[in-house]
Antibody, heavy 120, light 108 residues
Framework: QVQLVESGGGVVQPRTSLRLSCVASGITLSNHGIHWVRQAPGKGLEWVALMSPDESKTYYADSVKGRFSVSRDNSKNTAYVQMNGLTTEDTAVYYC?????????????WGPGTMVTVSS | SYVLTQPPSVSVAPGRTARITCVGNNIEDKGVHWYQQKPGQAPLLVMYYDSDRPSEIPERFSGSNSGDTATLTISRVEAGDEADYYCQVWDGDSGHHVFGSGTKVTVL
């Protein structure tokens, strides 16, 4: 079964860090770009970051640049987003999604998401 | 930064046609993707590169893109089409992907 599954969410305090994982099954992650997209409670989708298939290019939304970092471990078929300096504004469901070889390709396959709550 | 504007809501009777617009500056120069999101679920790609439809999406869904407006059209609307719909593009100038604000489709 082709799927992505995120994990690592939880309740954390402001100014702390968290790392989310995105495990792929049925697809080889190294052949795909990986997006991270988030959705605050009751709000719309917000794009967060993109890593190209060969890891040579990474792109970040202005709201997370300098605080979030994406990476992957091809041996584990897993992508990560390291989130530092979390604020209450980062509270959201975080989705990973696979994409093609081009930056403008669509987000084809989405995981179910993992909830991150930043609260004191 | 590039902005995509969608109407907050669209209401349509069963069997009729729903049209969801996505307005952006010269959006016809970009590839527009559309996603459907039902409550409590992850988004689902329903249209890519303006008018290409994934194989699992019904033919009732179609897309177009001209000038400053991209449109997702749902023909013969069914109750199961009730969801939030988002358009999305890649803004090469900023290196950012951008989502529209989303449109809630209500089937009357």
């Amino acid at each position: 079964q082709v799927q992505l599954v995120e994990s690592g969410g939880g309740v954390v305090q402001p100014r702390t860090s968290l790392r989310l994982s995105c495990v792929a099954s049925g697809i080889t992650l190294s052949n795909h770009g990986i997006h991270w997209v988030r959705q605050a409670p009751g709000k719309g989708l917000e794009w967060v970051a993109l890593m190209s298939p060969d890891e040579s290019k990474t792109y970040y939304a202005d709201s997370v640049k300098g605080r979030f970092s994406v990476s992957r471990d091809n041996s584990k078929n897993t992508a990560y987003v390291q989130m530092n300096g979390l604020t209450t504004e980062d509270t959201a469901v975080y989705y990973c999604a696979s994409t093609g070889l081009r930056e403008d390709d669509s987000l084809d396959l989405w995981g179910p998401g993992t909830m991150v709550t930043v609260s004191s | 930064s590039y902005v995509l504007t969608q109407p907050p809501s669209v209401s349509v009777a069963p069997g009729r046609t729903a049209r969801i617009t996505c307005v952006g500056n010269n959006i016809e120069d970009k590839g527009v993707h559309w996603y459907q999101q039902k409550p409590g679920q992850a988004p689902l790609l329903v249209m890519y590169y303006d008018s290409d439809r994934p194989s699992e999406i019904p033919e009732r869904f179609s897309g177009s893109n001209s000038g400053d407006t991209a449109t997702l059209t749902i023909s013969r609307v069914e109750a199961g089409d009730e969801a939030d719909y988002y358009c999305q593009v890649w803004d090469g100038d900023s290196g950012h992907h951008v989502f529209g604000s989303g449109t809630k489709v209500t089937v009357l």
